[in-house]
């Protein structure tokens, strides 16, 4: 495809405003492309300049570094704070060890499911404690206030001990506040727990990791399966890769097992065909006759295909927990549908992993600020009462009223309840009086959203059924539901940061100084969101390196206060996958993040009630439920997966010899 390239002076004269254009973008390419900063003096490049462009002034590596990307960066933040001003915002923290052995703390803010980075503090001089993380907290809450104009309605962070009781001191000084835990990392501690229980059908996963190793390790035996594949009877498009899982993303491993499973009936064939040994070693073959008979062997099967039935509830679980839209009405639907899953296995076999999910979902429930969750599901227009056991006392209109009272007195000590609150919360129950309408309005968002494929917002409910654009106090109802639909329980988005925060140090090799090193990962982190607005993802269809050995992988992970490189303790020994993986599922001590607080730093939740006592999984809410849009996201990280892996050479590659493209790994991967 030939690509045009104009002089740009014959289109228009070269002028300061040209050239301030023509620095806004090689700051921009230098980030997205992760770039070394001395690119720019690369001779190639002058002579492209010189060429194509030569009106224009090419930066030395010390300007691009010390003028022109701060000035980009200053000039991205002063456009998020204008579109931030006087928005309801979530404040989102999280610890991180990087690269070069500074430990760093990162402040993100979600206002209307956007991202935005506000801060990074360095802490490596400082105690990893409570008193520390609290100051840190509060002076981000200040410069939010100051610079950005939002109205913070939540803080949220990992459940460490030190997080949590962080969280739990802020809300007692300010209870208007409140303080989720990170549930994108709940969901990692739940599938720890899954995988803590050891059950026989797990020695499957080793079985399944050496398969595809094997199956990887040679282009000969790759280039088998695809033929057999494209010789299927009814075979139409392209034949499947066999997809590696990856420790820093155990999403991933559930994918691998789902093709091996799809995969199946060719690898069956492979294992009677006569060609399977007319190429390799002696090693190589007599790896095959090792693997031949656990392709052969139909318990293996079964065993992988309960483990990944399992698995996929917990995979839509983490894709939707780790969204920036995510809502605490989601974490509660989310739970009880994981809930409903684990507890209606029937096989006696299962009984382990049942047991060990149940308890972790509601031990976690248990720990939650439930007033406000339980009413963000009732203020939810899609939700309601549904999910609910209707007969239980909780969720009788006075009980409803007193529950919204309660957080009103808490969210808005200043303001007095008005009159017309009760009949206002019993004609929004009752869909009546000036909430008539909201069926109507219900349905045709409801449908809208299924053409997108997504989920329908509560908030724009509220918004579109009041006067456009009107004083919000004039709707106490609205301002509560909105107010608590715009709480985003997950601290994700900091994870994101740190994955880009690590590939530039390891592009860089660590000589760019802390400040610049930030910089670059805030130009990053909104390049990456706004590529993804742009659609990137459909165009960008490139070969990459297998990801799975890229060096700066696990060290790019080590996020939080205890983590640290994915290693075995004995060299001669290595992890397997599945014990690597659990190695690596959370920043947070499984200890400290599942001993409970003292009573003193309970949040200040009335309500206390089991999520077998609260949802009723009999009623037609349960019964209808898909998760349509959910599943929607796992598709595409196994399109991901087709991208990255497509056309592997199966190679076996060495960290040293990996390379990935990193604008690709932070659009598509982060």
């Known amino acids: ?82 579109a931030c001003r006087g928005q309801l915002a979530t404040v989102q923290c999280d610890g991180f060890t990087a690269l070069n052995q500074h430990h760093l703390i990162a402040f993100m803010l979600t206002v209307n499911g956007v991202v935005y980075s506000i801060r990074a503090y360095d802490t490596s001089g400082e105690p990893k404690n409570t008193e520390n993380l609290l100051r840190r907290i ?36 300010h209870p208007e506040l409140v303080a989720p835990d990170c549930y994108a990392h709940q969901i990692e501690l739940v599938v720890r727990n899954y995988f803590g229980t050891n059950a026989p059908m797990f020695s499957a996963t080793k079985q399944a990791d050496e398969l595809i190793k094997w199956l990887r390790s040679r282009t000969y035996l790759l280039a088998l399966l695809r033929d057999i594949q494209t010789s299927m009877p009814g075979f139409k498009g392209q034949p499947k890769t066999v997809i590696r899982g990856v420790v820093t993303r155990w999403t991933s491993h559930y994918l691998a097992y789902r093709r091996l499973l799809e995969l199946q ?31 052969q062997n139909g318990l293996f099967w079964h065993s992988l295909t309960r483990i990944k039935r399992h698995l996929e509830p917990l995979a839509i679980a983490t894709n939707t927990t780790q969204s920036n839209n995510c809502r605490l009405d989601k974490v509660v639907i989310t739970f009880g549908s994981l809930f409903r899953f684990f507890d209606s296995l029937p096989d006696p076999e299962e009984e382990l992993v049942k047991d060990a999910v149940l308890r972790s979902l509601e031990m976690r429930w248990g ?23 209707r007969v239980s006392q909780i969720f009788s209109t006075a009980a409803i009223y007193s529950l919204l009272e309660r957080l009103w007195k808490r969210f808005y000590p200043a303001l007095p309840i008005p009159p017309s609150f009760y009949d206002t919360v019993t004609a929004y129950l009752r869909e009546s009086g000036e909430f008539s ?76 100084g802390h400040e610049t090193l930030m910089n670059l990962a805030e130009l990053l982190l909104h390049l990456r969101d706004e590529h993804v607005r742009r659609n990137v993802k459909a165009r960008l269809r490139r070969h990459f390196g297998d990801q799975a050995a890229k060096q700066s992988q696990a060290e790019s992970s080590t996020s939080g206060g205890g983590s640290s490189s994915i290693q075995s303790d004995n060299s001669e020994v290595p992890l397997t996958a599945m014990e690597a993986l659990l190695a690596s599922f959370s920043d947070v001590d499984m200890e400290s993040a599942d001993e409970d607080l003292p009573d003193a730093a309970r949040f200040p939740s009335q309500l206390k009630a089991t999520l077998r006592e609260l949802l009723d999984f009999a009623n037609p809410f349960w019964q209808n439920r898909t998760a349509a ?7 595409e990280e196994l399109a991901l997966w087709e991208i990255l892996d497509m056309d592997a050479d199966g190679d076996e590659v060495t960290a040293a010899d990996a390379r990935l493209d990193d604008l690709a790994d932070v659009i598509l991967n982060t």
């Open 265 to 295: 009936p060719a690898l069956q064939l492979l294992a009677f065909d006569q060609r399977l040994f007319d190429s390799g070693t002696a090693e190589s073959h007599a790896k095959s006759r090792e693997m031949v008979p656990v392709i």
């Open 629 to 635: 849009t959910s599943t929607s996201t796992l598709e």
């Open 138 to 173: 509060r002076e981000v809450l200040q410069i939010v206030d100051k610079d950005w104009a939002v109205t913070v309605v939540a803080v949220t962070s990992d459940c460490s001990g030190e997080s949590r009781a962080a969280r739990a001191a802020l809300v007692q000084e």
């Open 367 to 389: 720990k939650a600020d439930q007033d406000v969750f339980i009413a963000a599901v009732l203020l939810n227009p899609f939700l309601k009462v549904a999910p609910f056991h």
């Open 1 to 82: 495809m030939a690509i045009l390239l104009c002089h740009t002076s014959a289109l228009e004269p070269w002028n300061d405003a040209r050239q301030a254009l023509f620095e806004s973008r090689l700051a921009r390419l230098t980030a997205s492309q992760g770039w070394a900063l001395t690119w720019v003096q690369n001779v190639e490049w002058l002579d492209f300049c010189a060429d194509f462009i030569p009106e224009a002034l090419n930066p030395s590596r010390r300007v691009l570094g010390n003028r022109i990307i701060p000035a980009e960066v200053i000039k991205l933040r002063n456009a998020a704070q204008t």
């Open 437 to 512: 309408g909201l069926s109507i309005t219900r349905e045709a968002m409801m449908n809208a959203a299924r053409e997108k494929n997504e989920s329908p917002d509560p908030v724009r409910v509220w918004k579109d059924i009041i006067i456009y654009d009107a004083d919000l106090t004039r709707y106490p109802l609205h301002r509560l539901a909105i107010h608590i639909l715009s709480i985003c329980p997950t601290s994700a988005n900091c994870e994101r940061l740190f994955s880009i925060l690590g590939l530039i140090m390891t592009k860089l090799r660590n000589r760019l």
